[in-house]
């Protein structure tokens, strides 16, 4: 069974760091993408980053290219989101899942990649940026 967990988060100050990690516990990284998604209260679910460990690529939503860099390490299987330069608006409810992407202008729309069953999303780790 895919099990995704992501830990790491914690309270930090407008423009600190925090790195992020998700164990992907049976994920097929073989044949499909894994990335990060947020959910702030009385909003939906974000993606925000999606990397392809087989195609060697990764992917940025808008709201955090240039601070965000993501990782993976599929024989471990581990992935990892580095965030820099925090924002206030970053504060969320932090996710991994399975992922696809869509072009837009010089960035991507992140999906949750509905094809597999990775489970519930768990409780995800939570990440506060204060002003």
């Known amino acids: 069974d895919v099990q995704l967990q992501a830990s790491g988060g914690g309270s930090v100050q407008t423009g600190g760091s925090l790195r992020l990690s998700c164990a992907a516990y049976g994920f097929p990284f073989d044949s499909y993408a894994v990335g990060w998604f947020r959910q702030a209260p009385g909003q939906e679910r974000e993606g925000i980053s999606c990397i392809s460990s087989s195609e060697g690529t990764s992917y940025y939503a808008e709201s955090v290219k240039g601070r965000f860099t993501i990782s993976s390490d599929s024989a471990k299987k581990m992935v990892y989101l580095q965030m820099n330069n925090l924002q206030p608006e970053d504060t969320a409810v932090y996710y991994c899942?399975?992922?696809?992407?869509?072009?837009?202008?010089?960035?991507?729309?992140?999906?949750?990649?509905?094809?597999?069953?990775?489970?519930?999303w768990g409780q995800g780790t939570l990440v506060t940026v204060s002003s």
């Open positions: 899942g399975a992922c696809f992407v869509q072009a837009s202008g010089d960035s991507y729309v992140v999906y949750v990649d509905n094809r597999i069953d990775f489970g519930d």
